[in-house]
């Protein structure tokens, strides 16, 4: 889209996030465009997974309206918290958040970068899924940063980042959050978000650091009938004054906070919280791998972030990589 027709995409939204009718000639008229131009943005927001009522006589609505995301409510409580971000992006839409991050890193090598979106249309997970990505259905974002540590220093910071997440978000939730390594956040062994951190640098000096997170917040069945997991969304357990941005604001500054306590001391800092947080802790599960598959129970978490398993061969260690772990039924 060009520059205009985001503004205008933007401005179209703020108009119906109120959850009410408003006529397309009363729309065309704040935009300053035509009925058509108008149509044609309803349908450019209609692709968007957002749903848009349009009745002859009443106009345009998004039934529920819109809980739109704040940048200068957002960059307020960053700033008061002393996090390190340098640039913060907060987009209406873009094909991924993370590939945003990596672009900006090119331009700006070193520059803390945070990429926030509405909505993504190519959001990834990992081994490549594509990540749902309703309109302001959710949360989507991502955190590009320099860390002094080589590639070889980082086992367990996508951990670590996760450990970080959930401590947040259990402060809404009542504790009712878990970790399923080696980056899902869990409820009740439903989906609540996902973690992808992708490294690069050397192997003793210097990374980079770009940090994907999706959470689930109010998506619809309707919008998630490509997801093959059971799912479910933060919303539903967290208090009605409690908004996206609020909880955004915390999750951001208490990454950068986890970042800074990992710089100066491992995974090993974070470890000792595994056994409380662990989805799996202690229960049977299953290590699947390219060409086979282990039985164990899980009963800890190395310095390093690999997962730890009591196996008919005795303890047995695995390192994420591309192996998957699903609880086992006996």
Same mark, same amino acid.
């Given at each position: ?104 890193w090119k331009q700006s090598p070193g520059v ?38 080589? /590639?070889?220093? +980082?086992? &367990?910071?996508?951990?670590?980042? #996760?450990?970080? !997440? =959930? $401590?947040? *978000? ?63 969304? /933060?919303?539903? +357990?967290? &208090?009605?004054?409690?908004?996206? #941005?609020?909880? !955004? =604001? $915390?999750? *951001? ?78």
């Amino acid at each position: 889209m060009t520059n205009k027709t985001i503004l205008r995409t933007e401005k179209l939204l703020r108009i119906l996030a109120d959850g009410k009718f408003h006529s397309g000639e009363s729309i065309a008229q704040q935009l300053a465009v035509s009925r058509t131009a108008v149509w044609k943005l309803i349908q450019k927001i209609s692709d968007w997974q957002l749903e848009v009522y349009s009745v002859r006589g009443k106009g345009y609505r998004i039934p529920g309206g819109l809980d739109l995301l704040d940048k200068s409510a957002l960059m307020a409580q960053l700033q008061l918290a002393g996090a390190s971000f340098e640039q913060v992006h907060v987009l209406t839409s873009l094909d991924s958040t993370a590939d945003f991050v990596a672009n900006q890193w090119k331009q700006s090598p070193g520059v803390a970068t945070v990429c926030i979106a509405e909505h993504q249309s190519a959001g990834r997970g990992r081994k490549g899924r594509r990540w749902v990505s309703p309109f302001a259905a959710n949360l989507y974002f991502s955190i590009g940063v320099a860390l002094p540590l080589g /590639l070889s220093a +980082l086992g &367990g910071v996508s951990l670590a980042v #996760g450990m970080s !997440l =959930a $401590q947040t *978000l259990n402060r809404f939730a009542d504790d009712q959050i878990k970790i399923k390594w080696p980056n899902d956040l869990l409820v009740a062994h439903k989906k609540l978000a996902g973690i992808l951190v992708e490294a690069s640098g050397d192997s003793t000096d210097s990374s980079f650091l770009n940090i994907g997170v999706g959470i689930n917040w109010q998506m619809q069945d309707k919008q998630a009938e490509t997801i093959e997991q059971p799912w479910t969304n /933060l919303k539903t +357990l967290v &208090g009605k004054d409690v908004s996206r #941005g609020d909880i !955004l =604001a $915390q999750l *951001l500054i208490n990454i950068d906070q986890t970042l800074s306590q990992y710089q100066q001391g491992g995974f090993k800092h974070f470890s000792q919280d595994w056994a409380q947080l662990s989805a799996l802790y202690q229960q049977p599960v299953t290590i699947y791998r390219t060409h086979d598959k282990v039985d164990g129970i899980e009963i800890g978490i190395e310095d390093n972030g690999a997962l730890k398993l009591q196996t008919a061969n005795g303890v047995e260690v695995f390192h994420s990589g591309e192996v998957s772990l699903r609880k086992r039924a006996l």
